[in-house]
């Protein structure tokens, strides 16, 4: 895909975000906005070939019961012209199956365990815990002022065998590298 097509529709897609949800509260729609931006995380990286050519379908996996609707609603969206099977984890053995894993705040207790399920694996990490872009997760969802913004963790993504668009890299609000 050419870059001008792809900052389109990286613009597209987070411009969708804010038109759908202009005036609602953080509070009401915050699972389906990070759900939302956990596809979009995944919809703007680079997989390693070997994932790309695999014939089964992408794995978004969550922990957090209270996400299962939001996650659950991906199920009808695609991803790289493959269809997207939403997994909710119990355990962090389960993380193998995954391509990409959210992990609430609620769920921080799993942390360590995720962190090392997923060492140097092309698993794409999303929390909205505070500072899991710093202790080694990949992207951290922020809020501020009632909106959601994100970090990145670039070298972790790197170490994975993952990159992320560098439109998205512009619309983030720190970079760690």
């Not at 915050?30 to 070997?50: G, H, I, M, R, V």
């Not at 922990?63 to 997207?84: C, H, V, W």
């Not at 193998?96 to 140097?120: P, W």
């Not at 815990?129 to 959601?148: C, N, P, T, W, Y």
């Amino acid at each position: 895909m050419k870059k001008s097509n792809l900052s389109r529709q990286l613009l597209y897609s987070v411009l969708v975000i804010f038109v759908l949800f202009p005036h609602t509260s953080i509070a009401q729609d915050s699972f389906d906005l990070k759900a939302a931006f956990t596809y979009n995380f995944a919809k703007f990286t680079q997989w390693p070939e070997s994932r790309l050519n695999e014939k089964s379908p992408w794995k978004i996996c969550f922990f957090g019961n209270q996400y299962r609707d939001s996650f659950m609603e991906l199920s009808n969206k695609t991803l790289a012209n493959k269809p997207i099977t939403a997994i909710a984890l119990l355990e962090t053995s389960q993380i193998e199956l995954c391509d990409v894993v959210f992990i609430d705040a609620n769920s921080r207790d799993f942390i360590r365990r995720l962190f090392l399920a997923v060492d140097n694996k092309p698993i794409l990490t999303v929390s909205d815990i505070s500072g899991f872009a710093v202790q080694g997760g990949m992207i951290e969802i922020v809020e501020q002022d009632k909106r959601l913004y994100f970090n990145i963790n670039s070298k972790v993504l790197e170490a994975s065998g993952l990159n992320i668009s560098s439109q998205v890299l512009k619309l983030a609000l720190e970079v760690k590298r």
